[in-house]
């Protein structure tokens, strides 16, 4: 291999950060450096208010025990088949009020009644009904779902072009070729924002579940470190419980919605000039 093959293999792996993320990188050192100086000036004991180095060492503990890895494993699981089951009944409810009078007049005063009632209320029910685990929550997560895609999905099938319809419909096409070609397609651009805005709520429920009817998870960690008094804990259950939603936000959230809405010019990726 010559020098310049090696050369530019090795620029093809070299990493260089972005401004960016020399920014990003200086304010989390600036927020973990005014943090260390807040423990020393306060000087409260560890237990009540753990300073980087105790939470660095209860995030190896729970690591080297398993616990982290199972936990986050846990509230994983539970968040994608939450999050999927209330996509799915959103938009399919959504279907089904928004091309049919009758059911619109019959459901709706019914749906705007539960959509006052946020999943907080029912999680107690939920428990004594259910129990303690998978199926509570799951539900929970669901119910938070639902109603943004179903809304949004309203909005996309009453906003789309009757001209759209009747041109199908002249050309003779079914019933569900027109809802297969021209409505979901006119309408998926308000079905991914109601996505998006339900996959968030949905993780702040899922957080709140784990701390009521749950035996694992990240939210359980949260509120087994403050019944327990391990603090330290309770501040490695906060710092994942963000590196979580930033991981889904970044790997899952944003990539769907690069790949239709921005797609389809209904926003403006960063950057982009008008």
Same mark, same amino acid.
């Given at each position: 291999?010559? !020098?310049?093959?090696y050369?530019s293999?090795a620029s093809?792996?070299s990493?260089?950060?972005?401004?960016?993320?020399?920014r990003? +990188?200086?304010g989390?050192?600036?927020?973990?450096a005014?943090? &260390?100086?807040?423990?020393?000036?306060?000087?409260?004991? *560890?237990?009540?208010?753990?300073g980087?180095?105790?939470? +660095?060492?209860?995030?190896?503990?729970? =690591? /080297?025990? #398993? =616990? @982290?890895?199972s936990? $986050?494993?846990?509230s994983?699981?539970?968040?994608?088949?939450?999050?999927?089951?209330?996509?799915?009944?959103?938009?399919?409810? #959504?279907? $089904?009020? #928004? $091309?049919?009078?009758?059911?619109?007049?019959?459901?709706?005063?019914?749906?705007?009644?539960?959509?006052?009632?946020?999943?907080?209320?029912?999680?107690?029910? @939920?428990?004594?009904?259910?129990?303690?685990g998978?199926?509570?929550?799951?539900?929970?997560?669901?119910?938070?779902?639902?109603? *943004?895609?179903l809304?949004?999905t309203?909005?996309?099938?009453?906003?789309? &072009?009757?001209? @759209?319809?009747?041109?199908? &419909?002249?050309?003779?096409?079914?019933?569900? /070729?027109?809802l297969?070609?021209? =409505?979901l397609?006119?309408? %998926? *651009?308000?079905?991914?924002?109601?996505?998006?805005?339900g996959?968030?709520f949905?993780?702040?429920g899922?957080?709140? +579940?784990?701390? =009521?009817?749950?035996?694992?998870?990240?939210g359980?960690?949260?509120? !087994?470190?403050?019944?327990?008094?391990?603090? !330290?804990?309770?501040?490695?259950?906060?710092?994942?419980? #963000?590196?979580?939603? %930033?991981a889904? !936000?970044? @790997?899952?959230?944003? *990539?769907?919605?690069?790949?239709?809405i921005e797609?389809?010019?209904?926003?403006r990726?960063?950057?982009?000039?008008?």
């Open positions: 291999m010559t !020098d310049a093959t050369a293999g093809a792996f990493f260089r950060p972005t401004r960016a993320q020399i990003g +990188a200086f989390v050192f600036v927020v973990f005014l943090w &260390q100086i807040s423990v020393w000036i306060i000087a409260l004991p *560890p237990y009540f208010y753990p980087p180095s105790e939470v +660095a060492g209860a995030f190896v503990d729970l =690591i /080297q025990k #398993g =616990i @982290l890895p936990y $986050l494993l846990d994983a699981s539970r968040y994608m088949a939450g999050v999927s089951t209330g996509l799915c009944l959103g938009i399919a409810f #959504g279907l $089904l009020i #928004g $091309l049919s009078r009758f059911w619109s007049r019959l459901l709706g005063p019914i749906i705007n009644f539960f959509y006052a009632i946020v999943e907080v209320a029912w999680i107690p029910l @939920l428990v004594m009904w259910i129990g303690y998978f199926d509570t929550i799951l539900i929970a997560i669901s119910y938070v779902v639902f109603f *943004p895609v809304y949004n309203l909005t996309g099938v009453q906003t789309v &072009q009757k001209v @759209l319809v009747n041109a199908m &419909q002249t050309l003779g096409a079914s019933r569900m /070729q027109v297969t070609s021209v =409505i397609p006119s309408a %998926l *651009p308000n079905i991914i924002t109601g996505f998006r805005v996959a968030g949905a993780f702040r899922l957080i709140f +579940a784990e701390m =009521i009817a749950a035996g694992s998870g990240i359980f960690l949260i509120f !087994d470190g403050a019944a327990t008094r391990q603090t !330290d804990r309770v501040v490695v259950g906060m710092i994942v419980m #963000g590196l979580l939603w %930033l889904l !936000d970044r @790997l899952f959230l944003r *990539p769907i919605e690069r790949a239709t797609r389809w010019g209904l926003v990726a960063k950057g982009e000039s008008a």
